[in-house]
């Protein structure tokens, strides 16, 4: 069993910055991915960033590429982090972490298994 929760919420202003971390128990293998997903009142959840767990590689939605970046400090401690710089309005979401079912490299919700709680983040002045 994955258990993951998210810290690091809050409100800031435009243009300022925010750092999410998910703290995860249980297994994270090599080939999973973990994921920072988010979700607006009335929207459909949405793909933020993703890292592959072993080799480190990251990707990101457009929406975010260049001012938000997902890390792991290192294998063996199974914390994630998105550090939100340059932060918009329309950032303000519900952010939630997920690790992978498996080993696909996807940034679809349903390829996702296990979920944190969320934390809310909300950009305004």
């Known amino acids: 069993q994955v258990q993951l929760v998210e810290s690091g919420g809050g409100l800031v202003q435009p243009g300022g910055s925010l750092r999410l971390s998910c703290a995860a128990s249980?297994?994270?293998?090599?080939?999973?991915?973990m994921a920072w997903f988010r979700q607006a009142p009335g929207k459909e959840r949405e793909f933020v960033a993703r890292?592959?767990?072993?080799?480190?590689?990251?990707?990101y939605d457009e929406s975010v590429k260049g001012r938000f970046t997902i890390s792991r400090v290192n294998i063996g401690e199974k914390t994630v982090h998105l550090q939100m710089n340059s932060v918009k309005p329309e950032d303000t979401a519900v952010y939630y972490c997920?690790?992978?079912?498996?080993?696909?490299?996807?940034?679809?919700?349903?390829?996702?298994?296990?979920w944190g709680q969320g934390t809310q983040v909300t950009v305004s002045s």
């Open positions: 249980g297994s994270i293998f090599s080939s999973h991915s």
């Open positions: 890292i592959r767990w072993g080799a480190g590689t990251t990707n």
């Open positions: 997920a690790r992978s079912s498996g080993s696909d490299w996807s940034s679809r919700p349903a390829d996702y298994r296990y």
